[in-house]
C-alpha cells in the first residue's frame, strides 16, 4: 500500500483547484467533476469531501493529468469509463454515444408498459431500436422480470458494449443484433409480435450541429445526426419498423429532439397505423418522446412514415 504523502496539499484543496481549473474551461458541472476526477485517480466510486483521506504518493500528478483532459472538454464518462444510467451502472468508451440523463424518461414509459403487461399475467417482449450502449434494453431486463429483451443497434462498437454491459450486469439473457432498425428485414421473425418498441435514435439535423465539445467532438456521427434536412430520416425509419413490429395494441416511444415533436406527430399521424399519438416530456417538462399505439386492425392500410 502507498503511503501518503504527508507535505502533499489536503486532498480537499486540491479538488477545489481542480473545480476552479474547470470552471474556467467552461466545464458545465465544476465541482461534481472534479470530485469524480479525484475518486476515479484513488480507485475509489465516490469520494468524501467532508472527511477525506490523506493524499498518496503520486496522487497529484495522476489526479493533473485527468483534470487537464476534463479541461480539455473530453468528457467525464469517457475519463472514468462508466456512467450511471437508471439503477445500471454502465460502461462507456470512445466510439459510442455516451448515454443520458433524459432518455432515463424514455426507457421508463417503455418499462412502466411492460410492467403493466406482467401484472396481466403476460410475457411482454420488448426490442429496443438503436441500443447505444445498452441502457434502456438493460433496465429493461432488471426492472421487468419475465420481459424477453432484443436489442439492435448499426454500430458494431455499441452492439459490443452492450454485449460487455450486458455480461457484466449479471442480468438474464437478451437478444442481441447488429444491423439496420431501419431496414425492412431486422427482425423480421418478431413482426406483430412485440409489445414494446422502444428506441432513442439518432435525430439531429445537419445544420444544428452540438455546440457542447462534449457532444461535437466525441460522440460518433452515426449516433448524432439522423439524416435528412430536418434530422428525422432515421427516426422515420425507426418508426415504420415499429409499426411491422409490434402487435396490435403494442406501443412505440422514441425520443427526438424538443424542436421535433409536432413534426413526429404528424409523422405517426400519418402512417395510419399509429393511434393515440402523443407528446411526452422528459424530466424537466421539455417535449422530448413520441408516443403511440399500434393500431388494433392490423388490416389497416399501412403507409411508410418516410417521405
Do not use: W
Not at 502507498?2 to 473545480?19: H, I, K
Not at 401484472?119 to 434494453?137: F, T, W
Request: charged share 25%; net charge negative.
Amino acid at each position: 500500500m502507498t503511503s501518503p504523502d504527508l507535505r502533499a496539499p489536503a486532498l480537499r484543496d486540491l479538488v477545489r483547484g481542480a473545480a476552479r481549473v474547470l470552471e474556467e474551461a467552461g466545464v458545465p458541472s465544476p465541482a461534481h467533476d472534479a470530485a469524480a476526477l479525484a475518486a476515479r485517480a484513488l480507485g475509489v466510486d465516490r469520494l468524501d469531501l467532508v472527511l477525506p483521506p490523506p493524499v498518496p504518493a503520486g496522487f497529484a500528478g495522476t489526479y493533473a493529468e485527468l483534470v487537464e483532459r476534463r479541461r480539455r472538454r473530453e468528457p467525464l464518462q469517457h475519463i472514468v469509463g462508466t456512467t450511471g444510467f437508471r439503477h445500471l451502472v454502465l460502461a462507456v468508451e470512445a466510439g459510442v454515444f455516451v448515454p443520458r440523463p433524459e432518455t432515463e424518461s424514455v426507457a421508463q414509459v417503455a418499462i412502466d408498459e411492460a410492467q403493466l403487461l406482467v401484472r396481466r399475467g403476460e410475457s411482454p417482449a420488448v426490442v429496443d431500436l438503436c441500443c447505444g450502449a445498452g441502457g434502456i434494453a438493460l433496465s429493461v431486463a432488471l426492472e421487468v422480470p419475465g420481459a424477453t429483451v432484443t436489442a439492435v443497434d448499426l454500430s458494431a462498437e455499441a452492439v459490443d458494449l452492450t454485449r460487455r454491459n450486458h455480461a457484466a450486469s449479471g442480468l438474464p439473457p437478451i437478444r442481441l443484433e447488429q444491423g439496420d432498425a431501419t431496414a425492412s428485414d431486422v427482425l423480421a421473425d418478431l413482426d406483430g409480435a412485440v409489445d414494446v418498441v422502444v428506441s432513442n435514435p439518432p435525430y439531429i439535423p445537419p445544420d444544428a450541429v452540438p455546440t457542447e465539445p462534449e457532444v461535437r467532438d466525441h460522440d460518433p456521427d452515426l449516433a448524432l445526426y439522423g439524416g435528412g434536412l430536418d434530422g428525422l430520416e432515421v427516426p422515420r425509419g425507426v418508426m415504420t419498423t415499429a409499426i411491422r413490429l409490434l402487435r396490435p395494441g403494442g406501443l412505440l416511444v422514441m425520443e427526438h429532439a424538443e424542436v421535433q415533436a409536432a413534426a413526429l406527430r404528424e409523422a405517426a399521424a400519418a402512417t395510419s397505423a399509429l393511434v393515440d399519438v402523443r407528446t411526452m416530456p422528459d424530466l424537466a417538462g421539455r417535449d422530448r418522446m413520441v408516443v403511440a399505439r399500434r393500431r388494433r386492425d392490423r388490416g389497416a392500410d399501412v403507409k411508410d412514415s418516410r417521405p
